[in-house]
């Protein structure tokens, strides 16, 4: 129950970021959502995220659409604006919102039903505009809300819980994604925090379209065998091509990693991307080589997951728009009018 | 069909004989280049200083399909149709005979007689006046496009002779088109003197219908309700514009960037202080709308019916989760489809009560381009103020035509009404912040824009029910609540809105009309109509929803109240019924909605037969007694 209020007690020894605040201070409500939840899992990643990059909670807004993976920006930041907007369209709701003031963080949770069915066009267009966000779809493969239909995402061929097989084809997020321009892709596990925390970093500073595709299990309705969304399947098919570090800016830089191991990707606020390779033929920096090895290993059933793709120097819709610094919202009459004399001229021009 | 035959029959009408005052009708191929003449042709008249109003009828199509230019002229400022053409300029063979039929007996016919026609084509209640317009420019033009485009200029060089217009008006007119291209302004100069000398030459000349100087127009400026709309948007400041082309609304979103591009772009930087984003569909075009106003941004989209359609969900979150978006919607004829390129005033019930669930939404009603801007800018007030969807429900009649109206002005004292924003000063003095509770008893709460203050303010937005705290909650009471807040906000709106305007008749009235919108100046017209026929009609111009009180009064005090539309299901009247709870039969439908804007005469029959039986039945009761 979302209105039972969450005691405010910290431990006093609980550690302490740049803001001097803990991580209690990045919680929110209590979820409802079923034990288990991988959509926890991620909200936790995200608040470890946001505690470590110490980012200030009301700076950041989150928006979101309509499903389990939507109710829980309810669940982190309580100190952040949040906005529940209508089902699949979150993508344009957070595209108005980064337009009316570019210096907030723009993060957008969303799930496989709200982003590949009902709002896939509104998430294609978002990507391929190059809106600054963090958009991270929690991907279980199913309809949990309302109890247990496919999404667009499962896999052809996996089964729901009552054994029905599904026969059309997947839709590939990450694919789109890569194909429409986004200049930040990962995929992850939402079991696997080790990998996550640093993707949803990365994400957060990265200055472009960042998108997340979180596998993320439906312990209510798709984590049984035949499923490929559980816990057990993703566990098994794992196959991650990179671990990820996110170096804040002016961080000393200690190199302990052998040449051709490691790659350190810059970002346009000084922060480094150090990618581990796991697979050292991997470069994360080349979106065709990087739909290839997806598309590829993907039909062998394997879950390629890591940080599957970056454009450090990228461009975001304000700069494709050429707008002024200064957000929108702090506009007034004196900047936005062009004055009565200026009307007189255009009044004559209409004569 | 009896009353043709004995027209017919009788001896040919004289000539119609008018100054100043005639209907002018060009019937054109669309995509032959005959849209910048037959605009040079008007213009002129405007600047000899008598009112015109000119209409675009046209097809949803570029190239081949039938399209008309009416231009009523009138000293007196009648600005509405009027019904009826005095002269057909009648240049497209595939609309000829509707073309013919529909000139006035008496009338004039305007064709190009390079090629022979045979007698039947014609009609013998009408004069008949043929330039060679083929043949001329067949031996002055030796390319084709010439030869069509210059066709157009020279048959307004021939009306220029045979109507008196003053050729020095349209020099006038052509030097400022071709600035800078005096190749251009020659050859049009060239083909205007070749139509107008081969009158002056062949014809008799001036014919009936006469335009002479005058001093009608004044200050006045000529302009289409879109453009004034987007400078209302640009004035109002509006910094985000998400839309989706569609006709009619689409002049309005490009001339929203060509304004900002002249006044919107940083001096110093060269960045702009505006974002426009063609989105890829309506309902992407009102979620971005949404999202700015939730971030605090003035944002718009315009739009046409289909439009409103798509948008329906994200209008009822914006009503219950309390966002400011301001929507223009240019009507035309629905449903589906429709008729895209014809105008009606069909959307108002679906704009009203957009969405599921209970809604009412804040309408504004302009009659022309200065209300257009007007609106527009107040609409963007509106929305902050009342934090709710606010509508301007133009259409296009008004937003793609050029109308005489008066000049936009601005005041540049005026500061816009942000409404209830808690400022970060006001949250750290412990001001007590419940995003949906009515503090100040007009139903309106006060909210924050997202990023104020690092631990007071932030507030989760939904369209789910929640409790004035914004937590969310199922609670009945909790509802409730917020619900009837909400109507109690609307209940503010009625004073905000643009007050209706009543015209007194100049003796007491027994009746009454209400209309808005386009209806205005052919309202206007029809009321002198009646009056010449000694029928008194009190009326009011509803301009904005909710009603004030003075409209419900206005009905009550009359015996009846004509409501007169540009749709078939008189939905403003439903809307009065609905929410007045008033008898409909006290408040008859009198409806236009064929495509083309309503006229004088339509309003004035409809009315007028309907005043003559209610005074005979007053009559014949006062015989009786």
């Known amino acids: ?351 | 069909m009896a009353t043709v035959r004995e027209e017919t029959a009788a001896a040919a009408p004289a000539p119609l004989s008018a100054v100043n005052d005639f209907v002018i009708k060009f019937a054109n191929v669309n995509g032959s280049g005959s849209a910048s003449a037959n605009e040079l042709f008007a213009k002129s008249i405007l600047r000899m200083g008598v009112p015109v109003s000119p209409r675009n009828i046209f097809p949803s199509n570029i190239q081949g399909l039938p399209t008309w230019y009416e231009v009523r002229v009138n000293e007196r400022g009648w600005l509405g149709r009027r019904g009826g053409v005095d002269l057909m300029v009648a240049m497209n063979p595939q609309t000829w005979d509707a073309d013919l039929a529909e000139i006035e007996p008496g009338g004039y016919l305007f064709y190009d007689s390079t090629k022979p026609l045979p007698r039947s084509k014609f009609r013998s209640d009408i004069q008949v006046i043929g330039v060679p317009l083929t043949q001329i420019c067949s031996e002055h033009y030796t390319v084709a496009r010439e030869r069509q485009l210059f066709k157009n200029i020279m048959y307004i060089g021939a009306l220029s002779a045979l109507l008196e217009v003053d050729p020095d008006a349209i020099e006038k007119l052509l030097a400022e088109q071709y600035r800078g291209k005096e190749k251009l302004l020659d050859a049009n100069k060239q083909a205007f003197h070749l139509g107008r000398r081969y009158v002056l030459d062949n014809l008799p000349h001036p014919i009936g219908l006469r335009v002479r100087h005058a001093d009608g127009v004044g200050e006045r400026i000529f302009v289409d309700g879109n453009t004034a709309a987007a400078l209302g948007c640009v004035y109002g400041g509006a910094t985000v514009c998400a839309w989706y082309p569609i006709t009619p609304s689409s002049s309005l979103a490009e001339a929203f960037q060509k304004y900002c591009m002249k006044y919107r772009v940083d001096p110093a930087t060269g960045a702009n202080k505006f974002a426009i984003v063609q989105a890829e569909d309506e309902i992407a075009s009102i979620g971005m709308v949404v999202g700015a106003g939730w971030n605090g941004a003035r944002a718009f989209t315009t739009t046409s019916g289909p439009g409103i359609s798509l948008m329906n969900e994200f209008i009822g979150l914006a009503y219950f989760a309390e966002i400011p978006v301001t929507i223009i919607d240019v009507q035309r004829g629905g449903p589906s489809t429709g008729m895209p390129t014809r105008t009606q005033q069909s959307d108002v019930l679906a704009c009203a009560y957009a969405s599921h669930g209970d809604t009412k939404h804040v309408l504004l009603l302009p009659e022309d381009p200065t209300e257009c801007f007007e609106f527009a800018a107040a609409a963007l007030d509106l929305a902050d103020r009342l934090q709710t969807p606010v509508f301007v429900l133009s259409d296009l009649d008004i937003g793609m035509n050029q109308r005489l109206c008066a000049p936009l002005a601005w005041d540049d004292a005026r500061v816009y009404d942000r409404g209830k924003v808690m400022t970060a000063e006001e949250l750290e003095a412990g001001k007590e912040f419940g995003r949906y509770k009515d503090v100040d008893g007009d139903g309106i709460p006060y909210r924050t824009y997202p990023g104020t203050h690092p631990t007071r303010g932030a507030y989760f937005t939904r369209g789910t029910s929640r409790d004035p705290y914004a937590r969310y909650s199922e609670r009945g009471p909790d509802y409730v609540y917020n619900m009837e807040r909400l109507l109690h906000k609307f209940d503010t709106a009625r004073n905000l809105v643009p007050a209706p305007l009543l015209r007194s008749a100049a003796t007491p009235a027994r009746f009454g009309a209400i209309y808005y919108g386009s209806t205005s100046p052919a309202m206007a017209e029809a009321i002198a109509l009646l009056e010449q026929e000694g029928l008194a009609l009190d009326t009011l111009r509803v301009r904005g929803f909710p009603f004030a009180d003075s409209v419900r009064a206005f009905i009550e005090a009359h015996e009846a109240v004509y409501v007169v539309e540009q749709n078939r299901d008189a939905q403003l009247r439903s809307l009065l019924v609905n929410e007045f709870g008033i008898d409909p039969a006290r408040v008859p439908a009198v409806l236009h909605y064929d495509g083309t804007p309503i006229t004088a005469r339509f309003i004035a029959r409809a009315i007028g037969e309907r005043l003559r039986t209610a005074d005979a039945a007053q009559t014949s009761r006062a015989g009786a007694r």
């Open chain 1, 1 to 351: 129950m979302t209105f039972v209020a969450k005691p405010k007690l910290h431990h006093p020894t609980l550690p302490q970021n740049a803001l001097c605040y803990t991580r209690r201070d990045y919680e929110g409500k209590i979820s409802t959502l079923c034990a288990g939840c991988g959509h926890d899992s991620i909200s936790a990643a995200i608040i470890q995220a946001c505690w470590e990059l110490s980012l200030e909670p009301h700076r950041l807004a989150k928006l979101s659409g309509i499903g389990c993976s939507s109710k829980t920006p309810d669940y982190f930041l309580g100190q952040s604006h949040g906005f529940n907007t209508v089902h699949g369209r979150m993508p344009s709701v957070l595209t108005g919102a980064n337009l009316a003031n570019r210096e907030l963080i723009y993060l957008g949770v969303s799930g496989d039903g709200d982003s590949a069915s009902i709002g896939m066009g509104q998430f294609v267009h978002a990507i391929r505009r190059g809106v600054n966000m963090t958009y991270i779809v929690e991907n279980n493969g199913v309809y949990g809300l309302t109890k247990g239909q496919f999404s667009a995402t499962a896999d052809q061929g996996s089964t729901s819980k009552r054994g029905v097989v599904n026969a059309d084809s997947p839709i590939d997020l990450v694919g789109l994604a890569l194909q429409l321009g986004a200049t930040y892709v990962g995929r992850s596990f939402s079991g696997d925090k080790a990998q996550l925390v640093p993707l949803i970093k990365g994400a957060l500073t990265h200055r472009g379209a960042a998108f997340l595709d979180v596998i993320s299990p439906c312990v209510a309705f798709n984590n049984h065998a035949g499923s490929t969304k559980s816990y057990e399947y993703v566990r098994a098919h794992n196959d991650a091509v990179n671990r990820l570090d996110v170096i804040p800016p002016r961080a000393e830089i200690a190199v302990d990693y052998a040449a051709g191991e490691t790659v350190d990707v810059e970002q346009h606020d000084g922060s480094r991307l150090r990618l581990h390779k796991i697979d050292a033929s991997y470069d994360a920096r080349d979106r065709i080589a990087a739909m290839n090895y997806v598309q590829q290993h993907q039909a062998r059933g394997e879950v390629v997951t890591g940080l599957l793709y970056v454009e450090a120097e990228a461009e975001d819709l304000h700069a494709h728009l050429n707008t002024v610094a200064t957000p929108f919202n702090r506009l007034e009459a004196a900047e936005l009018s062009p004055g009565a004399a200026a009307l007189a001229r255009i009044n004559a021009g209409f004569r």
